[in-house]
Nanobody
């Protein structure tokens, strides 16, 4: 099974950018659809962006479209999330996740099989 480790979180001012990375090990990452979720204080975890195993197809929740970009490198076994124009409401713990069960990307909103431990992003106003 695959292990996932996120990095790149931190504190940034509103309007700034951050790039999160997810490093996969212990499995064949290239066979997994993968995604970024986030959980803000007092809120449920939510799917924000997903990408197919091939990297050809992506999905974004409406409130990050045009600001966030998901990408992956199956040679390096990594997945990134480029976040631009950050807002205070983007403050959350961001989780990398992966799943080998094929679904439409939006259907992963209920969760995936494998998870990282998360990285905290704080956007100050």
């Amino acid at each position: 099974q695959v292990q996932l480790v996120e990095s790149g979180g931190g504190v940034v001012q509103a309007g700034g950018s951050l790039r999160l990375s997810c490093a996969a090990s212990g499995g064949t990452f290239s066979i997994y659809n993968s995604a970024w979720f986030r959980q803000a204080p007092g809120k449920e975890r939510e799917l924000i962006a997903a990408i197919t195993w091939s990297g050809v197809t992506t999905y974004y929740v409406d409130f990050v479209k045009g600001r966030f970009t998901i990408s992956r490198d199956n040679v390096k076994n990594t997945m990134d999330l480029q976040m631009n124009s950050l807002k205070p409401e983007d403050t959350a713990v961001y989780y990398c996740a992966a799943d080998a069960v094929p679904k439409l990307l939006a259907e992963y909103r209920n969760g995936m099989t494998y998870w990282g431990k998360g990285t905290l992003v704080t956007v100050s106003s």
